[in-house]
């Protein structure tokens, strides 16, 4: 073993040992084999609390109904019930705190996202009321003339 | 800026988050690592299985393989969005990824060929460090060479006849070892992409075997290339410094490139492009002949939208073409030259189509993307992913191997050190 | 070289190539599947239900926070047109965040097809997500432990560990996942993983007005969604890649990519 013939050896030994002792100061100490095995789960186990630690932006109309009650119950019985406050209004986020008001889409878009007739025989879309975006009063915004909290066509909005 | 959404134009239905996210860098990885293992295998065929005549070309490629080692992973750093994090692939690999094993199989590649070359040169290190420590006025050069050599001789002084056969011994076994580590290397770069089983394209158990005899194809391409043109600048080089001082051999005395040399070398070539051609043409029968779901997309891809680039560049002008070259009696070092250069382009096609080509197509088999080169950089990431960034990471290993020439002469060995003893 | 040799040297190749192969052998990848046996988040797709109105990419985008303009998502909604000659039309416009407003079908960025009412046999609309596959192959090729599984079944991402390297990007079957434009790393579904951790659905389950999306436990034999997919004939996406989806589909058609 005296033999300089091995001395490349040393050094490549050298770097192995280099690469393993990096490995115990730069890999997290939680890193490991989570209950996937492996294939499926090797991971840093810190990172699951970091994702749910994610701030929810949508509280959905249960945090809505804690201020707004009566608004949410008599908008829940329009045909519009089925629509969260938020997909119009906007995710709550921390309202009233953070934002104190929260920024309504009013728009066309919105409106159309729905209500642009398409021919979809078969899908739900079939079943909603449409128009044709280009042809119905396209200048106009929808809730000039339809309350979007009730939409009934019985009880549009009268222009004055 | 979204990555992809620069290069790439999307046709019919593509799934909103597919863009061609592996680019030219991509080509650019398996194209060099190919050139690595290729290069280790024209030097190993003198080493293990005695192939003489290739004894010249041998060391040249040697040096050249470690030349254009750094840089295999170059393009995979240019390309990762988090180029910093590289290293985590050694701190946790997940050997169940394909790529997870790079830096491991890397690095035990990058130690054979640097141990082999150490083996090689050693025993000029000692002799030319010790003849450099006796002269009494070095120049700086001299000095900053001898340091050099005397930390690369690791200790080891021993240039007795005995000890120089031992590293004989050494550099055959590590040139046998090589053999199958650089094919491993490459082989798996193939396995990379023949292991996605989302991409109909790449899928195939003959992707690892087509890259490596493709790799061997293209390094010994670019041997014969750089040794021709080495060659012919030696000879430049040595015309002109002649006219201040004739005592240095005459070009002639010197000798040029060894035709045989050169025939021998693309006798190998031209085997391995034979197998090369014979997996691709395989693997593309199986595929027409079995028409599985994904064949009406790979169809429209290969025949239609990449027609030019798969039969007309790949094999017509990068295959067909110096093949012929090749084969015709009476093969000149100019006909090699223009063969060699068309093999490499014809290799860096293959590897195109199968990068690129990959990703032509929507994963939804309903759709085409079409991959735009950034030609002129107009920020960070169109040079990485562009012309420029894959024409630097092309031109490094020229540079690299210049300056390790001047560490490891691939010339007149016997003779030590060439140039300055002479003055 | 005689024959003697050749064979001798061969062999030395052959063991020098047994070493890198050997170094394969050291992995045991052991299933641990039993670790939560409580707990196995699953999802149903109603796709009659699905109207194309996209509030679900919206809301998933804010949600999640991916760039609003930038033009990938978490999750999408595709339309299928099916003429009456067979032709397929296929679309997903800005990944409908903005919904479906318009009959005109976009084929490439920018370039759209008109097809007349008359020619239309059928048209429906198929919301897309991540499968959480339960053998995902995304998970299987990250070279660094950076995208993993946990034990209810969600794929996550760690972003403080990806290095970018866009293999699981190639990996995925169904291509859900991109680079998100802030954070340069993997991006994917992940089931709004801290909604339902803390009791609530996702954001897209929560922002569907019509129940075309649902969430649930498969580990419990009582959870509405879970009935569903145990009762009923449901559809999975792309089976033959054998990732086993978690993501179940009503009304699913032989068009669906």
């Given at each position: 073993?005296?033999?300089?013939?091995?001395?490349?050896?040393?050094?490549?030994?050298?770097?192995?040992?280099?690469?393993?002792?990096?490995?115990?100061?730069?890999?997290?100490?939680?890193?490991?084999?989570?209950?996937?095995?492996?294939?499926?789960?090797?991971?840093?186990?810190?990172?699951?609390?970091?994702?749910?630690?994610?701030?929810?932006?949508?509280?959905?109309?249960?945090?809505?109904?804690?201020?707004?009650?009566?608004?949410?119950?008599?908008?829940?019985?329009?045909?519009?019930?089925?629509?969260?406050?938020?997909?119009?209004?906007?995710?709550?986020?921390?309202?009233?705190?953070?934002?104190?008001?929260?920024?309504?889409?009013?728009?066309?878009?919105?409106?159309?996202?729905?209500?642009?007739?398409?021919?979809?025989?078969?899908?739900?879309?079939?079943?909603?009321?449409?128009?044709?975006?280009?042809?119905?009063?396209?200048?106009?915004?929808?809730?000039?003339?339809?309350?979007?909290?009730?939409?009934?066509?019985?009880?549009?909005?009268?222009?004055? | 800026?979204?990555?992809?959404?620069?290069?790439?134009?999307?046709?019919?239905?593509?799934?909103?988050?597919?863009?061609?996210?592996?680019?030219?860098?991509?080509?650019?990885?398996?194209?060099?690592?190919?050139?690595?293992?290729?290069?280790?295998?024209?030097?190993?065929?003198?080493?293990?299985?005695?192939?003489?005549?290739?004894?010249?070309?041998?060391?040249?490629?040697?040096?050249?393989?470690?030349?254009?080692?750094?840089?295999?992973?170059?393009?995979?750093?240019?390309?990762?969005?988090?180029?910093?994090?590289?290293?985590?692939?050694?701190?946790?690999p997940h050997f169940t990824s394909a790529i997870a094993a790079f830096g491991i199989v890397f690095l035990t590649y990058g130690m054979i060929v640097a141990s082999e070359l150490w083996f090689v040169y050693r025993g000029y290190f000692v002799t030319t460090a010790l003849k450099l420590r006796q002269k009494p006025n070095r120049t700086l050069s001299e000095t900053v060479l001898m340091s050099l050599y005397s930390i690369l001789v690791m200790g080891a002084w021993d240039v007795s006849h005995h000890a120089l056969?031992?590293?004989?011994?050494?550099?055959?076994?590590?040139?046998?070892?090589?053999?199958?580590?650089?094919?491993?290397?490459?082989?798996?770069?193939?396995?990379?992409?023949?292991?996605?089983?989302?991409?109909?394209?790449?899928?195939?158990?003959?992707?690892?075997?087509?890259?490596?005899?493709?790799?061997?194809?293209?390094?010994?391409?670019?041997?014969?290339?750089?040794?021709?043109?080495?060659?012919?600048?030696?000879?430049?080089?040595?015309?002109?410094?002649?006219?201040?001082?004739?005592?240095?051999?005459?070009?002639?005395?010197?000798?040029?490139?060894?035709?045989?040399?050169?025939?021998?070398?693309?006798?190998?070539?031209?085997?391995?492009?034979?197998?090369?051609?014979?997996?691709?043409?395989?693997?593309?029968?199986?595929?027409?002949?079995?028409?599985?779901?994904?064949?009406?997309?790979?169809?429209?891809?290969?025949?239609?939208?990449?027609?030019?680039?798969?039969f007309i560049l790949q094999y017509g002008l990068g295959n067909l073409v110096p093949f012929i070259l090749f084969l015709l009696p009476g093969l000149t070092v100019r006909r090699a030259v223009v063969g060699t250069i068309l093999v490499l382009f014809g290799v860096f096609m293959m590897r195109w189509n199968v990068v690129i080509g990959g990703q032509a197509f929507s994963a939804s088999f309903a759709g085409f993307m079409h991959y735009h080169m950034p030609i002129w950089p107009h920020d960070m990431e169109t040079?990485?992913?562009?012309?420029?960034?894959?024409?630097?990471?092309?031109?490094?290993?020229?540079?690299?191997?210049?300056?390790?020439?001047?560490?490891?002469?691939?010339?007149?060995?016997?003779?030590?050190?060439?140039?300055s003893s002479r003055h | 070289m005689n024959r003697r040799e050749f064979l001798k040297r061969s062999m030395v190749v052959v063991a020098g190539m047994a070493v890198p192969a050997a170094a394969l052998h050291l992995i045991d990848p052991k299933q641990l599947l039993a670790a939560k046996p409580d707990l196995r988040w699953a999802f149903l797709v109603d796709a009659y239900k699905c109207v194309g109105c996209g509030f679900c990419v919206k809301a998933c985008k804010l949600e999640n926070e991916v760039p609003y303009?930038?033009?990938?998502?978490?999750?999408?909604?595709?339309?299928?047109?099916?003429?009456?000659?067979?032709?397929?039309?296929?679309?997903?416009?800005?990944?409908?965040?903005?919904?479906?407003?318009?009959?005109?079908?976009?084929?490439?960025?920018?370039?759209?097809?008109?097809?007349?009412?008359?020619?239309?046999?059928?048209?429906?609309?198929?919301?897309?997500?991540?499968?959480?596959?339960?053998?995902?192959?995304?998970?299987?090729?990250?070279?660094?432990?950076?995208?993993?599984?946990?034990?209810?079944?969600?794929?996550?991402?760690?972003?403080?560990?990806?290095?970018?390297?866009?293999?699981?990007?190639?990996?995925?079957?169904?291509?859900?996942?991109?680079?998100?434009?802030?954070?340069?790393?993997?991006?994917?579904?992940?089931?709004?993983?801290?909604?339902?951790?803390?009791?609530?659905?996702?954001?897209?389950?929560?922002?569907?007005?019509?129940?075309?999306?649902?969430?649930?436990?498969?580990?419990?034999?009582?959870?509405?969604?879970?009935?569903?997919?145990?009762?009923?004939?449901?559809?999975?996406?792309?089976?033959?890649?054998?990732?086993?989806?978690?993501?179940?589909?009503?009304?699913?058609?032989?068009?669906?990519?």
């Amino acid at each position: 073993m005296k033999s300089h013939v091995w001395r490349p050896l040393f050094v490549a030994l050298g770097l192995v040992i280099l690469i393993l002792v990096a490995r115990a100061f730069v890999v997290p100490a939680d890193f490991g084999i989570g209950e996937r095995g492996y294939m499926y789960g090797w991971h840093r186990k810190g990172n699951e609390e970091e994702w749910k630690k994610v701030s929810v932006k949508y509280k959905t109309k249960a945090y809505c109904k804690e201020c707004h009650g009566k608004k949410v119950e008599s908008i829940g019985r329009s045909p519009h019930g089925v629509l969260q406050c938020e997909n119009c209004h906007g995710p709550a986020l921390d309202h009233p705190k953070d934002p104190p008001t929260l920024t309504i889409d009013r728009s066309r878009k919105l409106c159309i996202r729905c209500h642009a007739k398409l021919v979809t025989p078969s899908s739900g879309r079939s079943k909603i009321r449409g128009i044709d975006p280009e042809t119905h009063n396209p200048e106009a915004e929808c809730s000039l003339c339809h309350d979007p909290h009730h939409p009934n066509l019985e009880e549009l909005k009268r222009h004055e | 800026m979204l990555h992809g959404e620069a290069w790439t134009v999307k046709e019919l239905f593509v799934y909103p988050n597919e863009y061609i996210y592996w680019t030219i860098q991509i080509v650019m990885y398996p194209f060099l690592t190919g050139l690595v293992a290729g290069a280790f295998v024209l030097s190993s065929l003198y080493h293990v299985f005695g192939v003489t005549k290739l004894k010249e070309i041998a060391r040249f490629s040697l040096v050249f393989s470690f030349a254009l080692l750094p840089c295999a992973p170059m393009p995979l750093l240019l390309h990762l969005q988090q180029p910093q994090r590289n290293l985590n692939v050694l701190m946790t690999p997940h050997f169940t990824s394909a790529i997870a094993a790079f830096g491991i199989v890397f690095l035990t590649y990058g130690m054979i060929v640097a141990s082999e070359l150490w083996f090689v040169y050693r025993g000029y290190f000692v002799t030319t460090a010790l003849k450099l420590r006796q002269k009494p006025n070095r120049t700086l050069s001299e000095t900053v060479l001898m340091s050099l050599y005397s930390i690369l001789v690791m200790g080891a002084w021993d240039v007795s006849h005995h000890a120089l056969e031992q590293d004989e011994k050494a550099v055959k076994i590590l040139a046998a070892v090589g053999i199958p580590v650089a094919c491993f290397l490459h082989g798996y770069a193939g396995f990379i992409f023949g292991s996605v089983k989302a991409n109909a394209l790449w899928m195939t158990p003959l992707m690892p075997v087509i890259f490596i005899c493709s790799a061997v194809v293209s390094g010994i391409a670019l041997c014969i290339l750089t040794y021709v043109i080495t060659m012919e600048l030696r000879k430049l080089i040595i015309t002109w410094r002649r006219k201040e001082n004739p005592s240095l051999p005459s070009p002639g005395e010197l000798g040029g490139v060894e035709t045989q040399v050169v025939t021998m070398t693309s006798r190998y070539l031209i085997m391995f492009l034979i197998l090369a051609i014979t997996l691709e043409l395989l693997d593309l029968i199986f595929r027409g002949y079995t028409a599985v779901k994904s064949w009406d997309i790979l169809r429209s891809v290969i025949y239609g939208k990449d027609f030019t680039a798969i039969f007309i560049l790949q094999y017509g002008l990068g295959n067909l073409v110096p093949f012929i070259l090749f084969l015709l009696p009476g093969l000149t070092v100019r006909r090699a030259v223009v063969g060699t250069i068309l093999v490499l382009f014809g290799v860096f096609m293959m590897r195109w189509n199968v990068v690129i080509g990959g990703q032509a197509f929507s994963a939804s088999f309903a759709g085409f993307m079409h991959y735009h080169m950034p030609i002129w950089p107009h920020d960070m990431e169109t040079f990485k992913e562009g012309l420029f960034g894959a024409l630097m990471v092309g031109s490094i290993p020229f540079a690299l191997f210049w300056l390790l020439s001047r560490i490891f002469p691939i010339f007149d060995l016997k003779e030590s050190p060439p140039s300055s003893s002479r003055h | 070289m005689n024959r003697r040799e050749f064979l001798k040297r061969s062999m030395v190749v052959v063991a020098g190539m047994a070493v890198p192969a050997a170094a394969l052998h050291l992995i045991d990848p052991k299933q641990l599947l039993a670790a939560k046996p409580d707990l196995r988040w699953a999802f149903l797709v109603d796709a009659y239900k699905c109207v194309g109105c996209g509030f679900c990419v919206k809301a998933c985008k804010l949600e999640n926070e991916v760039p609003y303009e930038a033009n990938v998502s978490r999750t999408w909604v595709e339309r299928y047109v099916v003429k009456k000659d067979g032709e397929v039309l296929i679309d997903s416009p800005k990944a409908a965040r903005d919904g479906f407003t318009t009959k005109k079908i976009e084929v490439g960025e920018g370039k759209f097809r008109e097809v007349k009412d008359e020619e239309i046999e059928k048209a429906f609309f198929v919301p897309k997500l991540c499968n959480q596959c339960e053998n995902p192959p995304c998970v299987q090729v990250c070279p660094v432990g950076a995208t993993y599984s946990t034990a209810d079944g969600v794929v996550l991402v760690d972003r403080k560990w990806c290095i970018g390297c866009g293999y699981c990007i190639m990996g995925c079957p169904y291509g859900v996942r991109f680079f998100h434009p802030v954070h340069k790393t993997a991006e994917k579904c992940n089931f709004c993983y801290h909604r339902i951790s803390k009791g609530m659905k996702s954001a897209c389950v929560d922002a569907c007005p019509f129940g075309a999306r649902q969430i649930g436990n498969l580990r419990d034999p009582n959870d509405p969604v879970t009935k569903v997919i145990m009762t009923e004939r449901v559809g999975i996406l792309k089976e033959e890649y054998g990732t086993k989806p978690q993501v179940y589909y009503i009304g699913l058609s032989k068009e669906v990519r």
